[in-house]
């Protein structure tokens, strides 16, 4: 028998999870908006829900009619694997802009050029050393002010992300972004001509090397990949940087220690040579772990293609799948410490496969782009960490308490001091 939230549920539930996600996706797309949008509670509000809905069904997937239609909500462990296990065919992507709607044939080729151009599952790409080049550059800039807030990181962040996609050429092209939403034709007759130009490092250079369309800009008559589309989605990727980079330095500032510690490894890391400089493996540690506490996508969605079967009960295709992802990987009922920041968790290969906690989703779905955001990420921790010692102005973080259920990227202040 199917389970379904009842009316109250109901209610609860789009006042403490679905609306508050429509506002966070509202506002994700005006990076100027006061910051507080969400309110700090609102994900404890959200958990809460969630853990009752859970209880009350016996933790199967409960069906849910929300703001914009039913959705079946994945609630327990022992579905999650299932959820990951699905066959990328059968369960694709609802956002838009992803590839869920794609023709299989195209989808399965833009995967493919994202697997190579993004060397996914390789620890350190190849470029590395360039890469490592532009990071040190920019991360100059990032630390020239004595402090960090968002407006500083983000203007360095996309610098970087334009020199590593496009290439140095493109680096003072801030008006790229705002061309690649508005002007897609426009857009693809100036990221032709940085492909130009882009040096055989870059991402673009790299899927010039693999795909045939990348020479030039898509039209009705070109098959394959969208080379405007492919660069949208890869700068896009770099948007999530900033507040990433924010939140592990805030966790590393109320957590001494474990800044000391990465810093040396920041240092050793200054003296090695080729691989080794990238990494960084507890760094790395810390910005997995800050993503636990912090996903940048809170809930994955799946459309269901094919009618699929949850715990004995028959769903049609279409069905709308939901997994709350920063409910589970902050569920104190099966993930240990569920509210510290704790980046020793990650040392154990066994935390990357455990399908609770998810940073970059798992099995056919997951992101390609993992190792590459990993190495940027840690890599600017490290340029900022190796000398300079980061202090939280605001806010402040107990580092004995339970940490904040939500951490506005807006509202983070840190000092930088000289070691």
Same mark, same amino acid.
């Given at each position: 028998m199917t389970a379904r939230a009842g009316r109250g549920e109901i209610a609860r539930f789009a006042a403490a999870h679905t609306l508050p996600a429509l506002v966070r996706g509202f506002v994700s797309a005006r990076p100027r908006t006061a910051r507080g949008h969400a309110g700090p509670d609102r994900p404890r509000w959200s958990a809460a829900t969630l853990r009752a809905l859970r209880d009350r069904h016996g933790g199967a997937p409960v069906l849910v009619r929300g703001l914009t239609g039913t959705v079946l909500l994945i609630l327990d462990p022992q579905d999650i694997r299932q959820f990951y296990a699905e066959p990328v065919g059968s369960l694709g992507r609802a956002a838009a802009g992803t590839d869920g709607c794609a023709h299989a044939g195209l989808r399965d080729e833009r995967r493919a050029v994202d697997d190579s151009v993004l060397a996914a599952g390789l620890t350190v790409h190849p470029s590395c050393g360039a890469f490592l080049s532009v990071l040190t550059d920019e991360a100059r800039r990032l630390t020239a002010g004595g402090s960090l807030e968002l407006a500083r990181v983000r203007h360095s962040v996309a610098r970087a992300a334009r020199r590593i996609v496009l290439g140095d050429a493109a680096a003072e092209d801030a008006e790229l972004g705002r061309r690649l939403g508005r002007f897609h034709e426009k857009a693809g007759a100036r990221i032709a001509a940085y492909a130009d130009l882009a040096e055989p490092h870059t991402l673009i250079g790299r899927a010039r090397r693999h795909a045939e369309p990348f020479r030039g800009p898509a039209g009705p008559d070109r098959a394959g990949p969208d080379p405007v589309g492919q660069v949208r989605q890869w700068l896009a990727a770099f948007d999530l940087v900033p507040g990433v980079l924010l939140r592990t330095l805030l966790l590393l500032g109320a957590h001494p220690a474990e800044q000391d510690a990465v810093a040396a490894e920041a240092r050793a890391a200054g003296w090695a040579q080729g691989a080794a400089q990238g990494a960084l493996p507890r760094l790395r540690a810390c910005v997995r772990?800050?993503?636990?506490?912090? &996903? %940048?996508?809170?809930? +994955?969605?799946?459309?269901?293609?094919? @009618?699929? @079967?949850?715990?004995?009960?028959?769903?049609?295709?279409?069905?709308?799948?939901?997994?709350?992802? +920063?409910?589970?990987?902050?569920?104190? @009922?099966?993930? &240990? %410490? %569920?509210?510290?920041?704790?980046?020793?968790?990650?040392?154990?290969?066994?935390?990357?496969?455990?399908?609770?906690?998810a940073p970059f989703s798992h099995a056919g779905g997951r992101c390609p782009g993992e190792q590459l955001g990993l190495l940027v990420t840690a890599a600017l921790c490290a340029e900022v960490l190796r000398g300079h010692r980061v202090r939280p102005v605001r806010p402040l973080l107990d580092p004995l308490g339970p940490l904040p259920a939500a951490l506005d990227p807006q509202g983070i202040r840190l000092r930088l001091t000289r070691r």
């Open positions: 772990e800050s993503l636990r506490l912090y &996903p %940048a996508v809170p809930d +994955l969605i799946r459309i269901t293609r094919a @009618e699929t @079967e949850w715990r004995g009960v028959r769903h049609p295709a279409g069905t709308c799948v939901v997994l709350p992802v +920063l409910f589970h990987q902050r569920d104190p @009922e099966h993930v &240990p %410490a %569920a509210h510290v920041f704790v980046p020793g968790r990650w040392a154990s290969r066994e935390a990357d496969r455990d399908v609770r906690m």
